[in-house]
C-alpha cells in the first residue's frame, strides 16, 4: 500500500474541508483537555502531600478511566463519520452535531466501548509475555471497531469476539505496514509538543483521516 498516496488523499480531504473536521473533533478536543488538567491536577496533589490517601487513589483510577472511555468514543464517532465522508454517505455540514452521531445507535455506542475494552484486555494479557507479542495483536486488532460498526449498519451485525477476529484476519501480512504508518506521524506529533498542542487541531484530524482511509484500503474500498 502506497503511504504517500495515503498520506496524499487525507491532506487533500482535510484541506477541502477543515472547518468541518475541526469541528467534528471538538468534543473530542475537550476531553483531551480535561483529561490532561485533571491529571496534572492529581499530580500537584501528590507533590502537595506527598503521599495519597488510599481514597485518592480509588477516585484518580475511576476519573481517569472515565475520562479515557469518554474521550475513546469521541475519537471513534470522529472516524466513523470519515468512513461515511470518504464513502460519500455524508454531507461536509454540521461538523459538531455529528461527533455525537456514534450515540444515535445504542448497538454501535456500546459494542464499540465493548470491542475498545476486549482489545485492552487481550493485549494486557499478551503483554504478560513480552512487549513484542502486544504490540504485534495491538495492529492486528486495530480495525476491529470499524468492522464491528460497518457490520451494524450494513445490517449485518457480528459479535464484538468476532469482530477482533476479522480484524485479526485483515491485518495479516499488513502488521509491519500499519506500524510503519502510525511511525511515520512522529514528525507531526513533535510538532504538536513544541505547539504545547496547538498543532493538534490540524495533526488529528490529518493522522484520522489517514488512518480511516488505510482501512477502506484494506477492503478494497478505495
Not at 61 to 88: C, H, K, P, Q
Not at 123 to 152: E, G, H, M, N
Not at 168 to 175: E, P, S, T
Request: one cysteine or more; a neutral charge; aromatic letters at 18%.
Amino acid at each position: 500500500m502506497d503511504r504517500s498516496q495515503l498520506k496524499m488523499e487525507a491532506n487533500q480531504m482535510l484541506s477541502q474541508h477543515f472547518g468541518f473536521f475541526f469541528t467534528l473533533f471538538i468534543p473530542y478536543f475537550i476531553m483531551e483537555i480535561l483529561t490532561n488538567m485533571s491529571n496534572r491536577g492529581n499530580e500537584s496533589f501528590s507533590l502537595i502531600n506527598g503521599t495519597l490517601p488510599p481514597s485518592y487513589d480509588g477516585n484518580l483510577f475511576l476519573s481517569t478511566t472515565i475520562f479515557g472511555i469518554v474521550t475513546m468514543i469521541f475519537s471513534y464517532s470522529a472516524t466513523f463519520n470519515e468512513l461515511d465522508a470518504w464513502r460519500n454517505q455524508s454531507d461536509f455540514e454540521n461538523g459538531f452535531s455529528k461527533s455525537f452521531n456514534i450515540m444515535s445507535s445504542q448497538k454501535v455506542f456500546w459494542g464499540t466501548i465493548g470491542v475498545f475494552i476486549m482489545s485492552f484486555i487481550f493485549i494486557t494479557l499478551w503483554s504478560f509475555l513480552l512487549v513484542f507479542p502486544a504490540f504485534i495483536k495491538a495492529c492486528s486488532y486495530s480495525q476491529a471497531v470499524y468492522i464491528y460498526r460497518d457490520a451494524a449498519k450494513n445490517g449485518h451485525p457480528i459479535g464484538i469476539l468476532e469482530a477482533i477476529t476479522k480484524s485479526r484476519q485483515l491485518m495479516d501480512g499488513h502488521k509491519a505496514e500499519y506500524f510503519v504508518l502510525q511511525l511515520s506521524f512522529i514528525g507531526w506529533w513533535i510538532v504538536v509538543g513544541i505547539t504545547f498542542g496547538i498543532a493538534a487541531i490540524y495533526v488529528t484530524p490529518y493522522t484520522s483521516l489517514t488512518m480511516t482511509r488505510y482501512y477502506l484500503n484494506l477492503n478494497n474500498e478505495a
